[in-house]
């Protein structure tokens, strides 16, 4: 059932998630589509969800926003410190005490930040790293992004004996989850671009404009909409990496199909979780810790198509 609607107000608006905002100019949505979107938004009772550019709207577009509720999504340079989810653009910008922070970067660039992640640790109220490359990722990644996680991991548990409740999205969401908790692209979440049209998520967008899935005057239909649930999606629906994206849109890209996770996907998922079991155990080897939560299992597989081989 659809809870999100997402809505892209510029062709430039920043991106929170895998895929690159490809386009340079400027486009804003038209207030009358904006105004359209919003009433569907009512009509079907789900969650606004604004995606900002880099620059200032004009006065007018606030004040339409301003007519529901709504969550906002925004680069820094809005200069909004009260966006519910502010996108920082590289490593040198400090996020604002309290505010909940995404940062995008390569594995590369992430392994050479680790220091400013448990910096930013600190001060925020949680922060999502999305890494960018995920396509690209290979067996000796995986071995370096273990020991990262791994020394991060230590950095993490010094911020909890410390009296601190660090969010790390690679690291704390799967000691606290008890089910999936995944996008939800195409499922319980649609976008809605500046030209009008849906798009399962942000990313099929930027690929292909003429990928969507309707429009504000004819309504929103998705062929085979019963793929991109979770039901529908045989590996997914049996895995407990609970915490991974299981992003449809890089599904699509590395297997043809929506509901079919690649192994880079699931590789990376899974060294995550296995670092956040390493920290759950380290941190209750120091006193009680989360003691309503089972511990996270062992398992001898990074990826679940190696398991079903086996």
Known sequence: MLQYMIILLDDTS???CHYETTKTERNLISLDNLRKAIRLAMIENVTAQMVYPAYELPQEYYEVINTIDH???APLEQKNE???VIVLKDWQYNPPKGCVAVVRATLAALLEHGEVVNEWLKTVARLNVVITDVDTFTDDDQKQYADFLQKLGKGVEQLFM???SPQLNLLTDRMMLTSM????AGDTCITLAPNGKFYICPAFYYENPDDNVGDLEQGINI?????????YAPICRECDSWHCKRCVW???KLTLEVNTPSHEQCVMAHTERNASRQLMVSIREKGIFLPDKELIPEI????PFNKIKK
């Open 223 to 231: 062929p085979n909409k019963q793929l991109y649930k979770l039901g």
């Open 250 to 252: 890089l599904n699509r």
């Open 300 to 303: 001898d597989y990074l990826d």
């Open 82 to 84: 009260n966006s519910d």
């Open 181 to 184: 908790n995944n996008c939800g």
């Open 71 to 73: 969550s906002d999504i």
């Open 162 to 164: 410390n009296g601190l």
């Open 14 to 16: 920043t991106s929170f």
